[in-house]
């Protein structure tokens, strides 16, 4: 039966790699952990997965905080389903698991971005509540000429 566990573990870590990686592709399997591990010390970054017979099916990585904008929130910051065990059920479990820490931790609100070219992940959003509410702008600081 599928669950969903905390990952803390450095082998825990290392087993969300290759199901990570598939929406992180410029990550590196020899780096991982590493990053992992300095996320979840510097800003208190969870790691979480859908676990069923010993294997990653879906992880999902994310932080509560609080802002002016929107009060207390629960961010995540990635959210995928392993490429060969879609349409099973895995993200919603996983999303529930999301929504209720959110409840738990008396989170106002429930965030994340989705790079515009995601649609099934929008489809998704979209059935499960979010709402499409703002454009997220960005722009590189390293080599940026001022």
Known sequence: ????????????????FAT????RPHLTKDG???T?????????YTLVAVIEEAQVKAVAGYRLSESLAWGK???VDDLITDKASRRIGYAQLLWDWLYLEADKH???QFHLDSGVNRHEAHRFYLKTG?????????????????
């Open 1 to 16: 039966m599928a669950r969903v566990e905390r990952i803390k573990t450095e082998s825990e870590i290392l087993s969300t």
């Open 20 to 23: 990570v990686n598939q929406l």
């Open 32 to 34: 991982y952990v590493k």
């Open 36 to 44: 992992i591990k300095r996320l979840m010390d510097t800003y208190e």
């Open 73 to 75: 929130y629960l961010y």
């Open 106 to 108: 008396e989170c106002e």
């Open 130 to 146: 979010l709402a499409i509410t703002c454009h997220h702008f960005e722009m590189n600081v390293i080599n940026k000429d001022l």
